[in-house]
């Protein structure tokens, strides 16, 4: 499915050159110019997310970010150039609505933009038609925009503050769920973003508090992240990020492996990124000769995906990924209910502190992109989790659609995408696409 060009943060690989650009941002008086930036809070939110040009040294970046007033170099795939779409078919000149923090909110009309440029992390810069500079705001500065030409209803940016979840608008990420808040507690879901400074985001992590389980983990493949230099590490661990993590006890002498959602195969660029493949709020209670077997098989076809060109129809330029397990009580399959997860628990040894959910189901959703024809693909594998060994190696079996996936877990995947395009790519699976009949 072609994309269209809206004014929405979806695309991440344009086929932009370098340019420079100006950090500049919104006063409490909305008066905005180069001369009268805010300084603060920009600094740590860009020097983290942002791949620059290698040729840019680190020290200098964060000199850049924290003056502001510096021109900055970003390379193509962190900078994000949208043009606006034509007249709604309403015939009304629709365009953005910013909502800041402050209270205040600004409305653009579609006749008055000439171009959105996003800076991953930072904020975005808006080009009025026949202006020679733009009007700058970061996005912990705004609580929600309102991108009423891409008639995007289940947008993560229209029911989020954006100051709060700065990474929710990226493809890979889920719709967030209604008890996610923007710190943790013992009674609700949290977002986590696990990074390192020289490979920005490793994955991101919706984990439920209340329940101590992964409601899914996400993160994206492509060349500048799926380097092997480094081995994998086997330093499990709790996680300090959230308010209720699981502990090495909770899956010693349990019977259940302690199974990854982002593999460490899929990030070993660093040791510091492998490391952090192995927070246990990035696990699930796994059988062995599931983890090991199916799920492993799975994860290698994943990567292979991202990878070789000659395992799809068309060279990926990024795979976007969702991986996760069902941890509610029920699930719907071909409109029958059916347990979500087993009555038995993972119990571990003497000095446990959690009981922790054993998912009936594993699950991953895809989306792959190429950037030369423009285009989409998506589809999911569902399996069971079962204590067998499962040989079949016709994955084709296990695949079924986005839409499906949805209707069995109640979770909206890729909701960031233009209605249009998530629509046309989730309702069906090509499996000759993905070389797989």
């Not at 013992?186 to 696990?194: A, D, E, I, M, P």
């Not at 492509?222 to 230099?229: I, K, M, R, V």
């Not at 029920?330 to 054993?358: F, P, Q, S, W």
């Not at 569902?382 to 016709?394: A, G, Q």
Request: charged share 25%; net charge negative; hydrophobic share 35%.
């Amino acid at each position: 499915m072609k994309k269209k060009n809206y004014i929405s943060p979806v695309v991440e690989m344009l086929d932009i050159k370098k340019q420079t650009l100006l950090a500049g941002s919104v006063t409490d008086s909305l008066e905005i110019t180069v001369d009268n930036p805010i300084s603060g809070d920009a600094g740590d939110a860009a020097a983290s997310e942002l791949d620059f040009d290698p040729t840019n040294p680190l020290g200098l970046l964060w000199t850049i970010v924290l003056l502001l007033m510096m021109t900055l170099t970003v390379s193509a795939q962190n900078v994000i150039t949208v043009e606006p779409a034509g007249p709604a078919p309403d015939s009304k000149t629709h365009g953005m609505k910013i909502y800041l923090s402050s209270g205040t909110t600004i409305e653009y009309d579609f006749d008055e933009l000439s171009h959105v440029t996003y800076l991953p992390g930072i904020g975005m810069k808006v080009y009025l038609k026949n202006a020679t500079t733009s009007v700058d705001y970061l996005f912990s500065q705004m609580t929600k925009v309102d991108y009423i030409e891409d008639a995007n209803a289940n947008a993560n940016w229209r029911a989020f503050s954006m100051a709060d979840f700065q990474e929710a608008w990226r493809l890979e990420y889920p719709h967030l769920n209604d008890n996610v808040g923007a710190t943790g507690s013992t009674t609700n879901s949290q977002v986590v973003v696990k990074r390192t400074d020289d490979y920005g985001i490793t994955y991101s992590v919706e984990w439920d508090n209340a329940k101590v389980a992964n409601r899914w983990t996400c993160y994206q493949l492509h060349e500048g992240n799926t380097l092997s230099a480094t081995d994998r590490n086997d330093d499990f661990k709790a996680d300090p990020d959230v308010a209720v993590s699981p502990i090495l006890e909770d899956y010693r002498n349990s019977g259940f492996s302690r199974g990854h959602l982002c593999p460490s195969a899929d990030r070993q660029c660093t040791k510091e990124q492998n490391k952090q493949t192995f927070f246990l709020t990035n696990m699930q209670p796994q059988w062995q000769k599931h983890n090991g077997g199916l799920w492993k098989n799975l994860e290698d076809l994943v990567r292979n995906f991202a990878t070789d060109d000659s395992k799809t129809d068309a060279h990926c330029d990024t795979l976007y990924i969702v991986k996760a397990a069902t941890i509610t009580d029920k699930v719907t399959i071909n409109d029958t209910e059916e347990d979500g997860i087993y009555a038995d628990r993972c119990v571990g040894g003497e000095g446990h502190t959690h009981e922790l959910i054993v998912p009936k189901y594993f699950y991953m959703a895809l989306l792959h992109y190429n950037k030369a024809t423009d285009t989409y693909h998506a589809i999911a594998f569902w399996t069971l989790h079962k204590d067998e060994s499962d040989t079949n190696k016709n994955y084709g079996d296990y695949a079924i659609s986005i839409d499906e996936l949805e209707k069995r877990t109640g979770i909206d995947f890729f909701c960031n995408l233009p209605d249009d395009v998530e629509k046309e790519v989730e309702a069906k699976i090509d499996l000759g696409f993905w070389k797989l009949q």
